[in-house]
């Protein structure tokens, strides 16, 4: 799957190289293979594109993005935008990615707790 710099650059209003969009799409395809598989082409290209300006976007165009935590237990760390918040809700794109297909909630940070009810 090929997403350009121009479509990011349209969408986003920045331009980030062709080789961070490719680097981060091959990526994605592993890191969300199970949910990518649940797709049909136009409709994983459009989440794809939606989850590229996502991680570009909080990445920045110098790639040193906005840590919101670091682990060195499993090689964990997060993003956020301040008045946003985490995962999916750090950017529009975020969210719109995760509106088009649900199960990239995953892959971009969010919690997931399954059948677990948290009770306070």
Request: charged content about 25%; proline content about 2%.
């Amino acid at each position: 799957m090929v997403i350009t710099e121009q479509e990011i650059e349209d969408l986003t209003g920045q331009f980030f190289e062709q080789s961070r969009i490719t680097a981060l799409v091959t990526d994605m395809l592993v890191i969300a293979e199970k949910c990518f598989a649940k797709l049909d082409e136009p409709v994983k290209r459009t989440a794809m594109k939606y989850l590229v300006a996502h991680f570009l976007t909080l990445q920045g165009i110098d790639g040193q993005g906005v840590m919101q935590s670091e682990s060195l237990g499993d090689a964990s760390y997060s993003f956020w935008t301040a008045h946003r918040g985490a995962g999916s809700k750090a950017t529009d794109f975020g969210q719109l990615a995760k509106r088009i297909a649900p199960c990239l909630g995953e892959a971009m940070g969010d919690k997931q707790y399954g059948g677990v009810r948290l009770i306070r």
